[in-house]
């Protein structure tokens, strides 16, 4: 088999420590010896999370906590706010719109982020919202959005503020307490280095309470079966025992490179990516982006599929195309979780290789050397 790299925005290399606990013989998630490796798995996502607040992990991918994070606090009839700018924030809207919940949906263009005013503006002229849904790294513009200014403006209204940062955590700041988010949700296969399967959700005191007066039809992720249970140290149903127990290991990679390190390291990574993309004469699309994907604009005379492909078919390169309106427009590159800056190298290497081959006029090798030179600084 060829080797190949996944510079995709989930799935991600899975370090091999962490896929050599995913082949452990499996043990019973009813017994005492999974315990040891749940407490562990929690206490690991509570420090990724930067919360003291319970986070709850369900077997699904990440969409299923936001999904849970609708239908946990909200009831039909409820109104809340949702910000489309991209795909993932559009999730937001449909989600509340399957469970009868109305959503203000706040437009803004792709590639750029909602300001803190327009939220607040939108919140004072409409005082019932229970729920505000946003999205930290929209994966598919590349753009980060100022949570941290945001969630601390809601924080002194009634609403509760709910934080997409499936793509986010692990890469991009995210302090859930001291922002005051109330609900954080994460999926496993991104910057938490393990394979798709598990989602999370990070509920806060006032999303608790919330959650006691939803309507909206649940079961399976039910927050309330899920918050008792993990009082106990416990799952309501069975839990992803295998994932459970490479999250251990991932968490403890985490730990031991410190979150603050591992935030920096993507910033460096993005940095090198963004200055590479410039140097080869590109242009990043986000006008504030994020460092955890990269959404590059494609030449004018360039096929943008074709990109992708010639990366994957001869390089083993997977990068990730552009979505919805940017289908064929854009190209992103994500640096997640397990990535160095050898990693960008590579990838800037192959798409070196892949431009000159498309017949895109620039500079050979200008984009290495700018990565190299930003990676040394
Ligand atoms: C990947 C992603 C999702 C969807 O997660 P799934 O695991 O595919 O359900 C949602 N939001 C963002 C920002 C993402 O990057």
């Not at 409820?78 to 949906?105: H, L, M, S």
């Not at 949700?185 to 006691?212: D, E, R």
């Not at 459970?244 to 990679?253: D, Q, S």
Request: aromatic share 6%.
């Amino acid at each position: 088999m060829k080797k190949r790299h996944l510079f995709t925005p989930g799935p991600v290399d899975v370090p091999p420590e962490v896929l050599a606990a995913m082949a452990e013989p499996l043990i019973h998630h009813r017994a005492p010896d999974f315990i040891p490796y749940f407490k562990a798995a929690n206490e690991g996502l509570k420090y990724v999370f930067q919360t003291r607040n319970p986070v709850l992990t369900f077997a699904g991918s990440g969409t299923a906590a936001m999904e849970a994070a609708v239908v946990n606090t909200l009831s039909p009839g409820d109104r809340a706010i949702t910000v489309e700018g991209g795909k993932f924030g559009e999730r937001w809207t449909e989600q509340c719109r399957a469970y009868g919940v109305e959503p203000i949906v706040l437009e803004v263009e792709w590639g750029t982020a909602i300001s803190c005013e327009r939220i607040m503006e939108t919140l004072r002229a409409n005082p019932d919202v229970k729920a505000v849904f946003l999205t930290l790294t929209e994966t598919s513009t590349g753009v980060l959005t100022d949570v941290e200014t945001i969630c601390q403006a809601i924080a002194e209204t009634d609403a509760i503020s709910v934080v997409d940062a499936i793509s986010a955590l692990g890469a991009e700041r995210c302090l859930t307490d001291p922002w005051q988010i109330d609900i954080v949700v994460a999926g496993s296969q991104k910057a938490l280095m393990l394979p798709p399967g598990l989602a999370f959700a990070s509920i806060s005191p006032k999303a608790q309470a919330l959650v006691a007066k939803s309507k909206c039809p649940k079961y399976y992720l039910s927050f309330e079966k899920a918050l008792k249970a993990f009082a106990k140290d416990d799952t309501p149903f069975t839990p992803g025992v295998s994932h459970i127990r490479a999250l251990c290991v991932a968490a403890k990679m985490i730990r031991d490179e410190g979150i603050e390190n591992v935030w920096a390291r993507h910033a460096r990574l993005g940095r090198a990516l963004r200055e590479a993309a410039v140097a080869m004469g590109l242009k990043v699309f986000a006008k504030n982006p994020s460092n955890v994907v990269t959404a590059i604009e494609v030449p004018a005379a360039i096929d943008g599929e074709k990109i992708t492909k010639i990366l994957r078919d001869k390089h083993g390169v997977t990068i990730a195309g552009g979505q919805e309106q940017l289908k064929g427009k854009v190209f992103r590159i994500a640096t997640l979780g397990w990535a160095n800056d050898l990693d960008v190298v590579a990838v800037i290497g192959a798409l070196d290789m892949t431009l000159a081959e498309m017949g895109h006029s620039f500079e050979r090798g200008a984009g290495l050397a700018a990565a190299v030179r930003a990676l040394s600084a």
